[in-house]
């Protein structure tokens, strides 16, 4: 496993102060459409942007109702629930908890519904994630390849969805998308909390992904690193 990285600078002019912010902390493409889901740890952040690349149109749905069912069904109150991953194949979705409130909650939501903000059909699977120095790292991304859910998971000293603590390091891992069972996890070199994975490349003996780093500074700029994976 070798990383690469390549830094981007962001426009002053596209600044959320955070309490307004949407947090946009998923991206998730299926077919011809983006869709961004907002994380759920506000009341303000339950929105749904589907894009459709053909035409250029944007259609935003509310996830209130959702989002309450998720929490019903998981018993995971206001303070912990926090979706930044998802994965939809056209028929059915999975969310991914970050687990990084006080109950450290990491699991993932298998709703068996095309539309997701009409979900009625829904189940919850706990995960244990591996550690550093005892805090357990929490779901930050997932992306599919065939029947693996590749995922990034961050360890942060925190008890907060919403306030920002010392990064204590990153993961890699693979999930069986069918049973959901942990297939690995590799702690990935260095000090840095990804929140973004993509697949950019794959070979016959190795995949190769995007991460994006979220460096917690009010500097507009995040690095985006090439890891590579034998398989």
Same mark, same amino acid.
């Given at each position: 496993?070798?990383?690469?990285?390549?830094?981007?600078?962001?426009?002053?002019?596209?600044?959320?102060?955070?309490?307004?912010?949407?947090?946009?902390?998923?991206?998730?493409?299926?077919?011809?459409?983006?869709?961004?889901?907002?994380?759920?740890?506000?009341?303000?952040?339950?929105?749904?942007?589907?894009?459709?690349?053909?035409?250029?149109?944007?259609?935003?749905?509310?996830?209130?109702?959702?989002?309450?069912?998720?929490?019903?069904?998981?018993?995971?109150?206001?303070?912990?629930?926090?979706?930044?991953?998802?994965?939809?194949?056209?028929?059915?979705?999975?969310?991914?908890?970050?687990?990084?409130?006080?109950?450290?909650?990491?699991?993932? $939501?298998?709703?068996? /519904? +095309?539309? &997701?903000?009409?979900?009625?059909?829904?189940?919850?699977? #706990?995960?244990? =994630?591996?550690? @550093?120095?005892?805090?357990?790292?929490?779901?930050?991304?997932?992306?599919?390849?065939?029947?693996?859910?590749?995922?990034?998971?961050?360890?942060?000293?925190?008890?907060?969805?919403?306030?920002?603590?010392?990064?204590?390091?990153?993961?890699?891992?693979?999930?069986?998308?069918?049973?959901?069972?942990?297939?690995?996890?590799?702690?990935?070199?260095?000090?840095?909390?990804?929140?973004?994975?993509?697949? $950019?490349?794959?070979? /016959? +003996?190795? &995949?190769?992904?995007?991460?994006?780093?979220?460096?917690? #500074?009010?500097? =507009?700029?995040? @690095?985006?690193?090439?890891?590579?994976?034998?398989?």
């Amino acid at each position: 496993m070798h990383t690469t990285q390549y830094t981007f600078q962001g426009d002053p002019a596209l600044t959320f102060y955070k309490p307004e912010k949407p947090d946009f902390e998923v991206l998730c493409q299926y077919a011809d459409r983006f869709y961004i889901l907002g994380s759920g740890s506000t009341a303000k952040r339950n929105m749904l942007v589907e894009f459709d690349i053909r035409t250029a149109k944007f259609l935003t749905k509310d996830l209130t109702a959702t989002y309450k069912k998720l929490k019903g069904i998981s018993e995971i109150n206001d303070e912990n629930f926090n979706i930044e991953g998802a994965v939809f194949n056209g028929q059915s979705w999975l969310l991914f908890n970050r687990g990084n409130g006080n109950d450290s909650k990491n699991g993932i $939501f298998r709703i068996f /519904d +095309k539309e &997701l903000a009409n979900a009625e059909n829904i189940t919850f699977t #706990t995960l244990k =994630l591996p550690n @550093i120095n005892h805090i357990e790292s929490s779901f930050t991304d997932a992306v599919l390849l065939n029947d693996d859910i590749f995922f990034v998971s961050t360890a942060e000293d925190t008890e907060s969805t919403y306030a920002d603590g010392e990064i204590l390091g990153s993961f890699i891992g693979s999930i069986n998308s069918k049973t959901l069972n942990l297939n690995f996890t590799y702690r990935i070199p260095g000090l840095h909390k990804f929140e973004g994975i993509t697949l $950019f490349k794959k070979a /016959d +003996k190795t &995949l190769e992904f995007l991460l994006c780093e979220d460096r917690d #500074t009010d500097e =507009l700029k995040t @690095i985006v690193y090439k890891l590579t994976l034998s398989v």
